[in-house]
């Protein structure tokens, strides 16, 4: 079993809706939770990152962890077309901010116009 | 500034070849590391290196793999005898721990690495 669990899709979306990805994980160690975006053929980039349970928003997005049920949300409001990428979570037990990070597979969406 | 640089871009290679890819980190990052992404498997860690410190070579799949970093900057990770499962893309970070959003990971654009 993966540490970290993320549905592949692909999750295609009309542009303006909500986008709703989440994460599961197994290691209550886990203290520190990133989500990334991924652009064809690039590098992932970090969007946001938070600590411990709560919700964190800036801008059009919202990162919410549930430490309780192990369980991570992203939410993207008025999706945009340029929002289309992968999306993957990240996590860290260490409490430094180096070190190495445990992504899920990445979820693909796309917005269509 | 200049961001995490990779090379090659792409590589084709015959199973049983040796091959390089190489890492050039955000000057001044202390923190360089590799990940290997496979189709629908996501990022998975392999190496990385801070500063003066051991490696964490934990995430190595098997003593084919091997990485260095030269003078604290550019990184080599060498694949010898290479197999079909390397085939992926190989991404490099690098990170300025103490400085900036923690836990942002810097990534190059990888190298597509492909073994006929």
């Known amino acids: 079993q993966k540490e970290v669990e993320q549905d592949p899709g692909p999750l295609s979306v009309p542009e303006g809706a909500i986008v709703s990805l989440n994460c599961t994980y197994s290691?209550?160690?886990?203290?520190?939770f990133m989500w990334y975006r991924q652009y064809s053929r690039k590098g992932p980039e970090l969007l946001m990152y938070?600590?411990?349970?709560g919700n964190k928003e800036d801008g059009r997005f919202t990162a919410q962890v549930d430490k309780s049920s192990k369980y991570i949300s992203l939410f993207i409001r008025d999706s945009q077309p340029s929002d289309s990428a992968t999306y993957l979570c990240?996590?860290?037990?260490?409490?430094?901010?180096?070190?190495?990070?445990?992504f899920g597979a990445g979820t693909q969406v796309v917005v269509t116009p | 500034g200049a961001g995490v640089s990779q090379s090659p871009s792409n590589k084709v290679t015959e199973k049983g070849k040796d091959v390089e890819l190489r890492c050039d980190p955000i000057?001044?990052?202390?923190?360089l590391y590799w990940y290997r992404q496979s189709l629908g498997q996501g990022l998975e860690f392999l190496i990385y290196?801070?500063?003066?410190?051991?490696?964490?070579k934990s995430g190595l799949p098997s003593d084919r793999f091997s990485a260095e970093r030269t003078g604290g900057s550019v990184s080599t990770l060498t694949i010898q005898r290479t197999q079909q499962e390397d085939s992926a893309v190989y991404l490099c970070?690098?990170?300025?721990?103490?400085?900036?959003?923690?836990?942002?990971?810097?990534f190059g654009p990888g190298t597509r690495l492909t073994v006929t």
């Open positions: 970070a690098s990170s300025s721990p103490g400085r900036g959003v923690p836990y942002e990971q810097y």
């Open positions: 290691n209550s160690a886990f203290q520190y």
């Open positions: 938070t600590y411990s349970s």
């Open positions: 990240a996590m860290s037990e260490t409490t430094d901010s180096w070190g190495k990070l445990q």
């Open positions: 000057s001044g990052h202390t923190a």
């Open positions: 290196f801070q500063g003066n410190s051991a490696p964490d």
